[in-house]
């Protein structure tokens, strides 16, 4: 429909310039629904596909009561993770590529079997999953001062801008849960969490996935590389900063802010 195309050339040019603009349901569509919302991260995907942009996965977002509570909504959500937006492990982060960039560490898995839902689990999801290793995703919504409701997040393809993939890479397992994480800026530890901050289980995450693509009869993929949702809070990123991401077995990733 051409409201959620025009809802779309309004979120991707705000990404592309580098403003941050009003959310949806503060003037366009007061009344935009979650539904609604996929609808319009569908046509911002069928947008970045045509200009030649490739899916690196699906992503999940607001998987934890902490991360909830911050951003103030009661669901997890997905979006999707693009070629560009990926920067090297000890890379750097161009502030003025960005909005205004936050940082939370995450749990990613590299799918090595089609996740078809409904009905999946934590086992299934283990069986199907030939890496887990660590990550620091860089959200930056394009909506003034990082508010928005559930709907409005989830047209924005859940804030998703850029992200640093570890180089190491795990065989998973069902102890994914004890998994601990430290996120620290210049030596100074921001936040810390477990990977049972997620759903319980990271893995859980990947189940939630598949079978919330079901209901619209996709699936997660072989060869999908998919973040599974903070296990900390997400902290503002300023210029300077040195970033890093360490995993109880799964490794390090850092990576420097710049201007
Ligand atoms: C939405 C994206 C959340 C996560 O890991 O929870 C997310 C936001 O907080 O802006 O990526
Ligand atoms: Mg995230």
């Given at each position: 429909?051409?409201?959620?195309?025009?809802?779309?050339q309004?979120?991707?040019s705000?990404?592309?310039?580098?403003r941050?603009?009003?959310?949806?349901?503060?003037?366009?569509?007061?009344d935009?629904?979650?539904e609604?919302?996929y609808l319009?991260?569908?046509?911002i995907?069928?947008?970045?596909l045509?200009e030649g942009h490739?899916?690196?996965g699906?992503?999940?977002?607001?998987t934890s009561?902490?991360k909830?509570?911050?951003?103030?909504?009661?669901?997890?959500?997905?979006g999707y993770l693009f070629?560009y937006?990926?920067?090297?492990n000890?890379?750097k982060l161009?502030?003025?590529d960005?909005?205004?960039?936050k940082?939370?560490?995450?749990?990613?898995?590299?799918?090595g079997?089609d996740?078809?839902g409904?009905?999946?689990?934590?086992?299934q999801?283990?069986?199907?999953?030939?890496?887990?290793?660590?990550a620091?995703?860089?959200?930056d919504s394009r909506?003034?001062?990082?508010?928005?409701?559930?709907p409005?997040?989830?047209?924005?393809?859940?804030?998703?801008s850029?992200?640093?993939?570890?180089?190491?890479?795990?065989k998973?397992?069902?102890?994914?849960d004890?998994?601990?994480g430290?996120?620290?800026i210049n030596?100074?530890?921001?936040?810390?969490?477990?990977?049972?901050?997620?759903l319980?289980h990271?893995a859980?995450?990947?189940a939630?996935?598949a079978?919330?693509?079901?209901?619209?009869?996709?699936?997660?993929?072989?060869?999908d590389?998919?973040?599974?949702g903070?296990i900390?809070?997400?902290?503002?990123?300023?210029?300077?900063?040195?970033?890093?991401?360490?995993?109880?077995g799964?490794?390090e990733?850092f990576?420097?802010v710049?201007?």
């Open positions: 429909m051409k409201l959620y195309k025009d809802i779309s309004y979120l991707v705000a990404e592309v310039e580098k941050e603009v009003e959310k949806i349901t503060a003037d366009l569509k007061p935009l629904t979650v609604e919302g319009v991260q569908e046509e995907v069928q947008r970045k045509a490739r899916i690196v699906p992503k999940m977002g607001l009561q902490a909830m509570k911050q951003m103030n909504v009661n669901n997890p959500i997905y070629d937006m990926l920067i090297e000890g890379g161009s502030l003025s960005m909005i205004h960039p940082v939370e560490a995450e749990i990613a898995f590299v799918i079997e996740i078809e409904p009905g999946i689990t934590v086992a999801v283990l069986a199907k999953t030939d890496y887990v290793l660590p620091l995703e860089i959200i909506y003034k001062n990082f508010e928005f409701t559930l409005d997040v989830v047209a924005d393809n859940a804030s998703t850029r992200v640093v993939f570890g180089t190491s890479l795990k998973p397992s069902l102890e994914l004890l998994v601990g430290v996120l620290s030596g100074e530890i921001k936040d810390l969490g477990t990977g049972a901050t997620v319980g990271p859980n995450s990947i939630m996935l079978n919330m693509l079901a209901k619209k009869e996709e699936k997660v993929k072989k060869g590389i998919i973040l599974t903070g900390t809070g997400a902290v503002l990123l300023n210029q300077g900063d040195i970033v890093s991401g360490k995993f109880d799964l490794g990733v990576f420097t710049t201007n």
